[in-house]
């Protein structure tokens, strides 16, 4: 088991920037991926990026050239570092780990943490 814990999130204006911070605990040997996903009320969780042991990243569209996502080995942290923020990217954050390769599909992560909220501003 992996246990998570998201922080930084909060409230700023359009084009303001934010960095989530992810730490892991428990678990996390071996081959690992951890990815971000945000989700509003009454939609899907939908991931916005994904990284590997091997700094191997992905990005959804909507983010790419305004979000990096990072990792710390050091530190057992996992950053998505958020710039040019949209009202549109406003949701409950949340980071998920699983053993082995990446996927995309929240649904394929079995490790999350409880999210931390992002509200931008317009």
């Known amino acids: 088991q992996i246990q998570l814990a998201e922080s930084g999130g909060g409230s700023v204006q359009s084009g303001g920037s934010l960095r989530l911070s992810c730490h892991l605990s428990?678990?996390?040997?071996?081959?690992?991926?951890v990815g971000w996903y945000r989700q509003v009320p009454g939609k899907n969780r939908e991931a916005v990026a994904v990284i590997n042991n091997n700094d191997r990243t992905n990005y959804t569209d909507s983010v790419k050239g305004r979000f990096t996502i990072s990792l710390d080995n050091a530190k057992n942290t996992v950053y998505l570092q958020m710039n040019s923020l949209r009202p549109e990217d406003s949701a409950m954050y949340y980071c998920a780990a699983r053993a082995g390769l990446c996927e995309w599909s929240a649904s394929r992560y079995d490790n999350w943490g409880q999210g931390t909220q992002v509200t931008v501003s317009s």
């Open positions: 428990g678990d996390t040997s071996g081959s690992l991926c």
